[in-house]
């Protein structure tokens, strides 16, 4: 497939198979999905209908996890090897272009100069524009034209008359000198089309990157619990029910429960939870997670496909088969816009030839030919990837990276702005945000002691505490006997003191007594209590802050008319709490959100008749964000979070948000002036090179100025677009 055309040949064949009842095609994947009303119906009917067509189609390959990985690298090493075969005819088809337009436009003369031309440019129609000239020509045998055809009709006509020019020029004696010859029209119009295509190429290699960074998330081995001793094996050899032993930092390898041991995993890229989750018996866990520091022993209870990672990765995959509706204009212009330019051709031949002065043959062969070229829709195919290449370019000087044209219509009317909470609108890790001391102790001795207690622990609570001890510049030595607790806290022995720190539980456990006006000081975040000989010292409030001028961005956003939301897999607290601190309103919060249910929001708010842009930075955001009219990924989150969305914000900060909209809004702008620009040589220069000015002033366009017309349509087009360079300056 290489155009809008393609996608609507290929939806219309498949929508007519008895026992379909929905097609959608995606140019950039290259996938089909189909909903059958009869199930019976067998796939071989399909491939039928596509061939039938004109084009090729195979039966997608139904991977689960384990090999999607290598599936979508078979896809992208077939895409790669399709681009570099382009580049190479791009190549030498502007290697002979170059010279061969300078020369001809230069009027440059010397012996043999049109035998050369003849030969390099056959050589250019067989080489680079093989592919064009025989896609042209199925689509006219099966009476559907379509640009191809065109650029196969204007680049002939211009071949084939100037080569009938330099081997039969008697056929064509003109008084005065011989027939001219058009050979730089052909070659620079294979040039512009093969362009405008690596363009196109180069932004379909994108498609399958969310479902590789996806499979890649999740373990490849797993160890297996047997009674002489554990065993390694790949994660396929895992089967339902058996035990599987995982050490500290590793990733759990699939979902099940915890059977032994306890521990705190790292639950951020799959439900955005913030801070580690404690582990108990008995207590869930998601394949992808990271085990923080307990040795555990764990009941896989979900394998494969079935998995939390799997779910995701084909929430993910399934959203991708999406279409741009920014080149549904450019397919229904087509549709009618090339036959009419094949049937306006063919009536100029025949004005010409049946009503024209002498030569007649020769006027006639000119006339259709300057009509094709003037028509050509090089312009048209350059129109949106052209101002796309250039809008992402300037995003990216600005920190903002788009990845394709997909949803930039409905971008410019974004009304809802959906926000994921943990590493988007907070910083993604815990903070020391309050100190409360008990009543005779400083708050410098109680961060002091605690820090002392924590030094040398890796677990998230420890570092923000050894953080915030640094900050202040308080000193403090490393405490004796130091062990740690899984699930409860740590204890140790400071400055010959016994202390121990961690959760009103587990002081209490330890016959600790906690006066109750510190047990309040936690709020929506987490409490961590510190003892020493038996004395509560005070309590420190930990909690995943709000970034710095988040409700300085969101303030903006409101002001401009656009409602806010919060959808979230924390606490319900903690949403809550940034959602006040950021200025959103209650009612538009929601907490411990699955993927799946993320996803369902956001698709509950776009049936509503909201135009959602969803902002999230995880794995767990993943299906949203391809949910979202406008996926926007923060810069610092998962790789999994960039592919899957449409704009991602590389520095993080939030202000990017509005800047993405606008820049979205400027480069839908700039596309559909383009297509005006394309359009308006085409409705202006048409008549003319068909001859409509001869009777009057009995001017014509030759297939020189038709072929110069043409590109100086392609050189606006490209000009307009690279106003977007000025772009927020």
């Not at 959100?593 to 049936?607: C, D, H, I, N």
Request: charged share 20%; hydrophobic share 50%; glycine share 10%.
């Amino acid at each position: 497939m290489h155009c809008a055309s393609c996608v609507g040949r290929i939806e219309s064949a498949l929508g007519k198979v008895p026992g379909v009842s929905l097609a959608v095609v995606d140019l950039l994947s290259g996938r089909a999905r189909v909903r059958l009303s009869d199930p019976s119906l067998a796939v071989e009917r399909l491939v039928g209908a596509v061939a039938g067509a004109g084009y090729e189609a195979q039966p997608a390959k139904n991977a689960d996890l384990f090999g999607l990985e290598e599936l979508v690298d078979a896809e992208q090493a077939e895409r790669a090897a399709s681009l570099a075969d382009l580049t190479r005819r791009l190549a030498v088809a502007v290697a002979v272009a170059v010279p061969v337009a300078a020369l001809s436009m230069a009027d440059v003369a010397f012996p043999g100069r049109d035998a050369l031309f003849l030969v390099l440019t056959a050589g250019v129609l067989a080489f680079s524009g093989r592919d064009i000239l025989a896609s042209g020509a199925r689509a006219a045998g099966r009476l559907a034209p379509d640009m191809n055809t065109l650029v196969a009709l204007g680049t002939s006509s211009a071949f084939l008359t100037s080569a009938a020019a330099t081997l039969f020029p008697h056929l064509f004696h003109v008084p005065g000198g011989h027939a001219p010859v058009y050979y730089e029209a052909a070659v620079v119009i294979v040039a512009l089309v093969l362009l405008g295509r690596f363009l196109e190429e180069r932004a379909k290699g994108k498609a399958g990157e969310a479902i590789r960074a996806l499979a890649r998330l999740g373990a490849r081995k797993a160890r297996l619990v047997r009674p002489d001793g554990d065993v390694e094996v790949p994660l396929e050899r895992v089967r339902s029910g058996d035990l599987l032993r995982v050490l500290p930092g590793e990733k759990v390898p699939t979902d099940g429960v915890l059977v032994e041991g306890s521990t705190a995993v790292d639950e951020a890229l799959v439900t955005g939870e913030s801070i580690p989750v404690e582990k108990v018996p008995g207590d869930p866990l998601l394949g992808a997670t990271v085990n923080g520091n307990g040795s555990i022993v764990m009941k896989a209870t979900r394998v494969g496909k079935e998995t939390a990672l799997a779910q995701v990765v084909k929430l993910v995959r399934q959203a991708q088969a999406t279409k741009a509706p920014v080149q549904r204009l450019v397919d229904e212009v087509a549709a009618v816009f090339v036959p009419v330019v094949v049937v306006l051709a063919l009536l100029s031949f025949a004005g010409w030839f049946f009503l024209g002065p002498e030569p007649k043959l020769l006027r006639a062969l000119l006339a259709a030919t300057s009509v094709l070229l003037v028509a050509c829709p090089c312009a048209l195919g350059l129109a949106t990837p052209t101002a796309l290449v250039v809008g992402t370019g300037r995003g990216a000087e600005l920190g903002l990276l788009l990845r394709d044209a997909g949803v930039l219509e409905k971008a410019a009317r974004v009304t809802a702005v959906v926000f994921d909470k943990t590493g988007t609108l907070t910083a993604g890790r815990p903070a020391v945000t309050a100190l409360r001391p008990a009543e005779g102790v400083t708050e410098e001795t109680l961060l002091a002691t605690l820090a002392s207690l924590e030094t040398g622990s890796e677990h998230p609570l420890a570092k923000a505490v050894l953080e915030a001890a640094r900050a202040r510049g308080l000193g403090f030595e490393r405490a004796r006997d130091v062990a740690a607790v899984p699930g409860g806290g740590v204890t140790g022995t400071v400055n010959g003191n016994p202390a121990l720190a961690g959760s009103e539980a587990f002081l209490a456990a330890r016959g600790v007594t906690v006066p109750p006006e510190l047990l309040d000081a936690g709020g929506d975040g987490t409490l961590v209590l510190l003892a020493v000989s038996g004395r509560t010292l005070g309590a420190v409030v930990l909690t995943d802050p709000v970034k710095l001028h988040a409700r300085e961005v969101l303030g903006d956003l409101a002001a401009r008319g656009l409602s806010l939301h919060i959808l979230s897999g924390d606490r319900p607290g903690a949403v809550a709490a940034a959602a006040r601190a950021a200025g959103i309103p209650e009612a538009n919060v929601a907490a411990r959100l699955s993927p799946a249910e993320k996803a369902e929001r956001v698709k509950a708010l776009r049936a509503k008749g909201e135009v959602v842009a969803m902002v999230g930075d995880g794995i767990n955001d993943a299906p949203a964000l391809s949910a979202a009219d406008l996926g926007i990924a923060i810069g610092t989150g998962t790789d999994v979070a960039r592919a899957a969305s449409d704009v991602t914000l590389v520095g993080g900060a939030l202000s990017g948000v509005g800047m993405a909209l606008d820049l979205s809004k400027a480069t839908l702008g700039n596309v559909r002036q383009n297509l005006f620009l394309a359009f308006v040589y085409n409705v202006v220069l048409i008549p003319v090179a068909a001859g409509a000015l001869y009777p009057v002033t009995g001017w014509t366009l030759n297939p020189m100025l038709a072929s110069f017309a043409m590109a100086a349509s392609s050189v606006s087009v490209v000009s307009n677009a690279l106003r977007l360079r000025r772009f927020g300056k």
